[in-house]
């Protein structure tokens, strides 16, 4: 199947967003945010650009008239509406950026393995596990295909409770 052949399917049932907002809660508890872990190796390895080459202009550090701020749940529950916005959003340059934040990434890493199947109109539609790595598959080729309307935080941007602020 090619990465064409996906078929997103949109989903807003009130109880699937509740199990992954419970879901998405555990993984927070139990979440090192702010602590070295394997993500930070994992955000870099998404970064196809050294740090000498990130201070260069490039066409996606173009100011843009509206920034989206993408959550678990949407991502997760709307991947058909978002590539077609992706799609749309491309086709008029600084329009709209969509940004994911790098805590989202963390979150669906940890839904990646529920098993808990999910329903729509008492239809399965996969398990909450399958719904993240579909959600990983979608923002990993958009960010390493440089896709201008998409932008995620990188591991470098996100802020550590611990560093001493100036003074």
Do not use: C
């Not at 949109?10 to 872990?37: L, M």
């Not at 923002?139 to 470098?156: D, F, I, M, P, W």
């Amino acid at each position: 199947m090619g990465n064409d052949d996906v078929d997103y399917m949109d989903i807003d049932e009130v109880e699937f967003i509740h199990q992954v907002n419970q879901q998405i809660a555990t993984i927070r508890a139990n979440s090192n945010i702010g602590q070295p872990t394997d993500y930070h190796h994992y955000a870099e390895s998404l970064n196809p650009m050294s740090h000498t080459m990130q201070a260069q202009a490039r066409l996606d550090d173009l100011p843009f008239s509206h920034v989206a701020v993408l959550d678990t749940n949407f991502l997760i529950s709307h991947l058909a509406y978002l590539r077609s916005l992706i799609t749309q959003a491309e086709k008029y340059p600084g329009s709209l950026v969509l940004m994911v934040p790098w805590i989202v990434v963390v979150e669906l890493d940890g839904l990646k393995l529920s098993n808990k199947k999910q329903m729509r109109a008492n239809v399965p539609v996969g398990d909450v596990g399958d719904l993240a790595r579909m959600a990983m598959r979608f923002l990993e080729q958009g960010l390493r295909s440089k896709r201008v309307a998409l932008r995620g935080q990188k591991s470098t941007e996100i802020y550590d409770k611990r560093a001493k602020l100036a003074s």
